[in-house]
């Protein structure tokens, strides 16, 4: 797991209450540090039956806090544990939040390490429940989880399943990889981008051909859910337009599924109409079938002839709306090229009235399509250019996401 500058540094405490999905912890715990946050694990007695404040320690490699009367860390006097964990916190998580635990933090109870902590806390809180059926739907949680809200906390889940029990419905905590999202939503809510409206485009198209048969891309939509959730990070609200891809929706942004380009014009132009920026990351079909076959083309003859039709620029209807309504303020294009790199991506600046293109080499066997990592060229309007080195999507993203920041802040 990749560093992740949102949560490098972060102090994040992570609550861990009794109840059999603390299994799931482990590995939350894990990730959070993986990806450079400094995790402090605080136990209830009942958690510590399910998963051992050792198994955190190794995790997280700093002590993992089960007692208001003991601690390990002896930079902290025992008596204010709680506070100093309390105050230092960027973030409280608690996952698996069980029912009574949430009963405690909305009537304000001190009467454990965890909960005393929680009400000394100013951070932002993030619940992630997860209980028996009948335990979530029951009134009294529910009016607790009203409360808890209404307050300002944030809920990740719970989802719907089987539960341990082997009953089916709603009480089963989120996958730990769901709750790292909703960690990354709510640290960033207040970020350079809060209150901007950014929107992605990600992915292939594909136009058919026949009912069962299309044309399409090797595009994975890594590049452009990278964007996303780099934006997502920084606090924007985003629409993510994408083509077909089997990636799963990351946590806190719209996602808009297209199949054509047609398809993909109209929600982008769409979603456009009120966003400072949009990131034009798709792989768009340059063609078309110029008929589409109602039923399932035969193998006939040797040769198979298809006429093809010039698909519509979307950066040209983006653009063509721009110079009436201001939207987007600023619009970032994407160059895959195969040869000439720099010189193609430089006109299609000017061409496509861009504010920003990603050049990228796509004849190089760890960039472009369908891999884990990219190397790009970032070209401006005012002629500067900035070479990047070979790094993951998400490291391309964040440094695209550093330069909308900066464009935005000129206006
Ligand atoms: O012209 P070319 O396809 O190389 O331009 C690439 C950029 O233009 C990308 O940002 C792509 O998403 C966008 N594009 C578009 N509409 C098309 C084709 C490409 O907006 N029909």
Same mark, same amino acid.
């Given at each position: 797991?990749?560093?992740?500058?949102?949560?490098?540094?972060?102090?994040?405490?992570?609550?861990?209450?009794?109840?059999?999905? *603390?299994?799931?912890?482990?590995?939350?715990?894990?990730?959070?540090?993986?990806?450079? %946050?400094?995790?402090?694990?605080?136990?209830?007695?009942?958690?510590?039956?399910?998963?051992?404040?050792?198994?955190?320690? %190794?995790?997280?490699?700093?002590?993992?806090?089960?007692?208001?009367?003991?601690?390990?860390?002896?930079a902290l006097p025992t008596h204010i544990a709680h506070v100093g964990l309390a105050? *230092?916190?960027?973030?409280?998580?608690?996952?698996?939040?069980?029912?009574?635990?949430?009963?405690?933090?909305?009537?304000?109870?001190?009467?454990?390490?965890?909960?005393?902590?929680?009400?000394?806390?100013?951070?932002?809180?993030?619940?992630?429940?997860?209980?028996?059926?009948?335990?979530? *739907?029951?009134?009294?949680?529910?009016?607790?989880?009203?409360?808890?809200?209404?307050?300002?906390?944030?809920?990740?889940?719970?989802?719907?399943?089987?539960?341990?029990?082997?009953?089916?419905?709603?009480?089963?905590?989120?996958?730990?990889?769901?709750?790292?999202?909703?960690?990354?939503?709510?640290?960033?809510?207040?970020?350079?981008?809060?209150?901007?409206?950014?929107?992605?485009?990600?992915?292939?198209?594909?136009?058919?051909?026949?009912?069962?048969?299309?044309?399409?891309?090797?595009?994975?939509?890594?590049?452009?859910?990278?964007?996303?959730?780099?934006?997502v990070d920084r606090g924007a609200t985003v629409t993510l337009v994408t083509g077909?891809?089997?990636?799963?929706?990351?946590?806190?942004?719209?996602?808009?599924?297209?199949?054509?380009?047609?398809?993909?014009?109209?929600?982008?132009?769409?979603?456009?109409?009120?966003?400072?920026?949009?990131?034009?990351?798709?792989?768009?079909?340059?063609?078309?079938?110029?008929?589409?076959?109602?039923?399932?083309?035969?193998?006939?003859?040797?040769?198979?002839?298809?006429?093809?039709?010039?698909?519509?620029?979307?950066?040209?209807?983006?653009?063509?709306?721009?110079?009436?309504?201001?939207?987007?303020?600023?619009?970032?294009?994407?160059?895959?090229?195969?040869?000439?790199?720099?010189?193609?991506?430089?006109?299609?600046?000017?061409?496509?009235?861009?504010?920003?293109?990603?050049?990228?080499?796509?004849?190089?066997?760890?960039?472009?399509?369908?891999?884990?990592?990219?190397?790009?060229?970032?070209?401006?309007?005012?002629?500067?250019?900035?070479?990047?080195?070979?790094?993951?999507?998400?490291?391309?993203?964040?440094?695209?996401?550093?330069?909308?920041?900066?464009?935005?802040?000129?206006?």
């Amino acid at each position: 797991m990749e560093t992740i500058p949102l949560l490098k540094e972060k102090r994040i405490v992570l609550g861990i209450t009794g109840g059999i999905a *603390a299994y799931k912890a482990c590995t939350l715990a894990s990730h959070l540090t993986q990806a450079g %946050a400094r995790v402090d694990v605080v136990m209830t007695e009942a958690a510590t039956r399910f998963v051992t404040p050792l198994t955190f320690e %190794a995790l997280t490699g700093r002590p993992a806090y089960t007692s208001m009367w003991r601690t390990s860390d002896e930079a902290l006097p025992t008596h204010i544990a709680h506070v100093g964990l309390a105050h *230092a916190a960027d973030l409280l998580v608690i996952a698996p939040a069980t029912a009574n635990t949430m009963a405690k933090l909305a009537q304000g109870l001190a009467d454990n390490l965890l909960s005393t902590l929680a009400l000394a806390a100013q951070c932002p809180l993030l619940l992630a429940p997860a209980m028996d059926v009948g335990m979530w *739907a029951h009134p009294a949680t529910q009016a607790n989880v009203a409360v808890l809200r209404e307050r300002g906390a944030a809920l990740a889940g719970p989802a719907q399943g089987r539960m341990a029990s082997g009953l089916e419905g709603e009480g089963r905590l989120v996958e730990p990889d769901e709750i790292l999202g909703h960690v990354r939503r709510v640290l960033g809510r207040d970020g350079p981008l809060a209150g901007r409206r950014v929107v992605v485009s990600a992915g292939p198209t594909e136009e058919p051909i026949d009912p069962v048969r299309f044309l399409s891309n090797p595009s994975s939509g890594r590049q452009g859910f990278a964007l996303s959730q780099a934006a997502v990070d920084r606090g924007a609200t985003v629409t993510l337009v994408t083509g077909p891809t089997h990636l799963e929706t990351p946590v806190g942004f719209e996602r808009v599924d297209v199949r054509t380009v047609e398809e993909m014009k109209e929600a982008v132009v769409e979603a456009s109409e009120t966003a400072d920026a949009l990131l034009m990351a798709a792989a768009v079909g340059d063609y078309a079938p110029t008929e589409v076959a109602a039923q399932k083309v035969k193998k006939r003859a040797e040769d198979l002839t298809l006429r093809l039709t010039r698909t519509p620029d979307i950066l040209a209807a983006v653009a063509e709306r721009r110079s009436k309504t201001d939207h987007p303020r600023f619009v970032v294009g994407f160059a895959a090229e195969t040869e000439d790199l720099l010189e193609n991506a430089r006109k299609k600046l000017e061409a496509k009235s861009l504010d920003l293109v990603v050049a990228n080499d796509v004849t190089a066997a760890d960039a472009g399509f369908g891999t884990e990592t990219n190397r790009v060229v970032l070209l401006s309007r005012d002629g500067e250019s900035m070479e990047l080195p070979l790094m993951s999507k998400s490291g391309v993203a964040e440094r695209i996401l550093d330069r909308v920041v900066g464009l935005l802040k000129e206006t």
